[in-house]
């Protein structure tokens, strides 16, 4: 399956004006933020150029069934809100030339709107720059900032604040985050969506008081989930594959009063992919190598059993062979779990 994101070109100190093209840009969102629709071709949807990343693989869970929610990375890291990438001369000039258009025939626009673009228009027509570069089309590409539109509020979406600059072809754009096979690979990070963390138990809808009760994974839901991401623009073909690999469960009672097995909660998964056990007759003698024991009844109620599965991130990409790491990833969810009193009978 193929997918594209929603992400939108900034403009610098334009972006001001941006805000108030044709009326598309939401107040509530800031300047220059608006609503668009994915665009294969990278092409401008109102008064946004579209990022022109393709998105391919596993981006609705393993197992068929649709992950919930992306992955959450373990500590202090986040794929990038913002990077930059190329566009061609007759791309970006044509971006350039529309967006002014607009500002120009919209009845009712402030006066410093279309001053603003008109600013930035002379800049790359006839200022610094002279008509876009278009007579230096084959030697070299403008780069412009991207911002991912699901998370532009975020502060790391303002760190990309560079107005679009040309760069040769051959030489390195002299900025972070230019689009790169790691950071394809951090951006599809952020794509991967997995299987709903929900295991089973035996006993299945009641468990009681200091009964082991068995936990397991189904483990043809538990594989490998890969996202791809792509970009082959202005000459620049790269691509990254980041891979997630489920290695754990970890198993919260939901009270203090439950041992869990293994005594730490964590479940290893198995050469076979398999997590757990299933129980079967003849096995309630045996200690489940993946489970737990309440020690008090939930009464009226149930407890919330946390279950959560560590993913270990890698990535491949264009030049890197072998494997690279990325920073772990977590997905969890919550069930409830009933615990009972075992009731005896005095004869």
């Not at 483990?219 to 754990?248: E, R, Y």
């Amino acid at each position: 399956m193929r997918v594209l994101t929603r992400s939108a070109i900034v403009i610098g100190a334009a972006t001001a004006a941006l805000g108030l093209l044709a009326g598309t840009a939401e107040a509530s969102k800031g300047p220059g933020a608006s609503e668009t629709e994915i665009d294969s071709g990278g092409g401008r949807s109102g008064n946004t150029l579209m990022s022109k990343i393709t998105y391919s693989g596993s981006t609705t869970g393993s197992g068929g069934d649709g992950g919930t929610a992306h992955v959450t990375p373990v500590g202090d890291w986040t794929p990038p809100a913002c990077w930059y990438e190329p566009r061609s001369a007759e791309e970006f000039s044509k971006y350039v030339e529309d967006m002014y258009n607009d500002t120009i025939n919209t009845p009712g626009q402030h006066s410093y709107a279309k001053t603003s673009v008109g600013m930035f228009r002379e800049e790359y027509k006839d200022g610094k720059y002279k008509n876009y570069n278009l007579d230096k089309k084959d030697e070299g590409n403008w780069w412009v900032a991207v911002v991912d539109q699901d998370r532009w509020m975020e502060p790391d979406a303002q760190l990309c604040d560079k107005q679009p600059f040309w760069v040769p072809n051959g030489d390195t754009p002299p900025v972070q985050n230019a689009v790169s096979p790691q950071v394809l690979a951090e951006l599809a990070y952020n794509r991967i969506k997995l299987p709903t963390t929900e295991v089973t138990l035996a006993p299945t809808e009641v468990t009681k008081v200091n009964l082991p009760t068995w936990a397991w994974l189904d483990k043809t839901k538990f594989t490998d989930v890969s996202v791809t991401a792509a970009l082959d623009v202005g000459g620049v073909h790269i691509q990254a594959t980041t891979t997630a690999k489920p290695v754990s469960l970890k198993l919260e009672p939901g009270t203090p009063d439950a041992e869990t097995y293994p005594a730490s909660g964590e479940c290893r998964f198995g050469a076979d992919g398999s997590i757990g056990e299933q129980y079967a007759s003849g096995k309630a003698d045996r200690t489940p190598p993946c489970g737990l024991k309440y020690l008090r009844s939930s009464g009226d109620g149930t407890y919330q059993l946390r279950a959560t599965v560590t993913w270990q991130i890698t990535w491949t990409g264009t030049g890197n062979p072998g494997a690279h790491d990325l920073p772990d990833g977590t997905f969890g969810h919550t069930q409830n779990v009933k615990v009972q009193e075992i009731q005896s009978v005095n004869r």
